[in-house]
C-alpha cells in the first residue's frame, strides 16, 4: 500500500473493490466500481481527491484501502487534565490544517473558513468545543462532508462535547483568504 502523503496529483490508482465515494461538489455518495482507473488530483490532510470518468470524488480514509492507499494514522493526544485551555485551542487549530476542501489545495483555516472557535466549561466542568465554519459556496454539497470531517477530528481532541456550526452569514469571500492561501491558488 502507497501511503497517501506519498501520493502527487495525476498519480494513478486502481480499485481492487468497490469503494464507497463523494462526489464533488455535490457531495452525493456513490460508488466507484472494481477495477475503476482514477487519477489524483489531491492528496492532503487526510484528504484524498481523485477523477474517475471526468468527475471529482473525495474518498474517506476508510475507502483508501480499496485503492491501495494507506489512510494516515490518527494520533492520541493528551487529556483534559494535562492542558489548559490555551493548549486545547492550539490543538484544535492544528486538526483544523488537516481538514481541505477536496476542490482546493488549501487547509480550512488559510481558506478563511473558520469563523469562531470557542471552547468553554459546562457547568459540571465537561469541556464544550464550539467552531461556526462557512464553505467558499453556499450550495456547494461537500458541506455536510466536511462539517463531518471536522467533528472526527475534532472529537480525538481532549473535549468532551463538539459542535460545529454552518453558517453562511456573512458570505465567504477571497478577503478572508490568507496569502498563503492565495499564492496557492494562483489568486495573489
Given amino acids: 500500500m502507497t501511503p497517501l502523503a506519498q501520493l ?9 473493490c468497490a ?13 466507484l466500481p472494481a477495477d475503476a482507473q482514477v487519477e ?7 484528504s484524498l481527491t481523485v477523477k474517475w470518468q471526468g468527475n471529482l470524488y473525495r474518498v474517506a480514509p476508510s475507502g483508501m484501502a480499496a485503492l491501495d492507499v494507506q489512510a494516515p494514522k490518527t494520533t492520541s493526544l493528551a487529556s483534559t487534565a494535562d492542558l489548559g ?3 486545547i485551542l492550539d490543538q484544535v487549530d ?10 482546493i489545495p488549501v487547509d480550512i483555516v488559510e ?14 466542568g465537561r469541556h464544550h468545543l464550539r467552531v461556526v465554519m462557512t464553505l467558499t459556496a453556499p450550495g456547494c454539497g461537500m458541506g455536510p462532508v466536511i462539517v463531518e470531517d471536522i467533528k472526527q477530528k475534532l472529537s480525538s481532541l481532549p473535549v468532551d462535547v463538539v459542535d460545529v456550526e454552518l ?4 458570505p465567504w ?16
Fill in 40 to 46: 489524483v488530483t489531491q492528496a492532503l490532510g487526510e
Fill in 111 to 124: 481558506l478563511g473558513l473558520i469563523y469562531e472557535k470557542r471552547l468553554s466549561r459546562l457547568l459540571d
Fill in 94 to 103: 492544528t486538526q483544523l490544517r488537516t481538514c481541505y476542501d477536496p476542490e
Fill in 85 to 87: 485551555d490555551d493548549e
Fill in 167 to 170: 453558517t453562511f452569514d456573512p
Fill in 19 to 31: 469503494v464507497t465515494v463523494n462526489r464533488v461538489p455535490a457531495g452525493t455518495a456513490t460508488e
Fill in 173 to 188: 469571500d477571497r478577503s478572508r483568504m490568507s496569502e498563503a492561501a492565495l499564492l496557492a491558488t494562483g489568486m495573489f
Fill in 8 to 16: 502527487n496529483t495525476g498519480d494513478s490508482l486502481t480499485a481492487r
